[in-house]
């Protein structure tokens, strides 16, 4: 269940991965013009599901032909998660989305969007058309230590740089 001194989306790097598909791919799967920060609040929000997250997750669902009604929507979570994080289905089940820890939810939507690659015949016909470099974010540079920065920005022009360190496997979010 979600903790008040949970870490921020910031902090979690599925969300840097989220930001990046939808940077990307967010326009040929249909995604165009979500926010970074309008998410990261959705996502982090625990006293309630906005509807805006809500069809986020339903169209995603139905894009990868799930069948799912407004209603049902979490069931049809649950039962997704149970292919890919049984712990994560048994914390929706018992606690409800809108207390699942952010981690989960994160992985949730991560899982959604990857599943585009898969099921979403559309999106995937026109993925298929791009070259293996045309599909692969380039990173922003490289500083005299080896660290690798990365470069993000959605629509409303807001931007993330992370830092990554090869060395140590490890990244941050360094501007916003």
């Not at 940077?23 to 509807?51: H, R, S, W, Y």
Request: glycine share 4%; aromatic share 10%.
């Amino acid at each position: 269940m979600a903790s008040d001194n949970e870490a921020c989306c910031e902090s979690d790097p599925n969300f840097a991965v989220i930001c990046g598909f939808l940077e990307k791919f967010g326009v040929t799967c249909g995604l165009a013009n979500i926010d970074f920060l309008d998410l990261q609040d959705m996502l982090e929000n625990n006293q309630e599901v906005p509807q805006e997250l809500v069809d986020l997750h339903i169209k995603l669902l139905r894009k990868a032909r799930k069948s799912v009604s407004s209603e049902r929507w979490e069931r049809a979570i649950i039962k997704l998660c149970h292919g890919f994080c049984s712990q994560d289905a048994w914390e929706i089940e018992r606690f409800g989305y809108k207390k699942a820890r952010l981690s989960s939810k994160l992985r949730i939507l991560k899982e959604l969007l990857e599943m585009q690659f898969d099921y979403n015949a559309k999106f995937k016909n026109e993925i298929n058309k791009l070259s293996a470099d045309e599909l692969r974010t380039q990173p922003l540079g490289k500083d005299r230590h080896g660290h690798v920065y990365w470069f993000q920005s959605d629509n409303s022009c807001q931007i993330r740089v992370y830092k990554e360190d090869p060395d140590e496997e490890t990244w941050s979010l360094v501007a916003k």
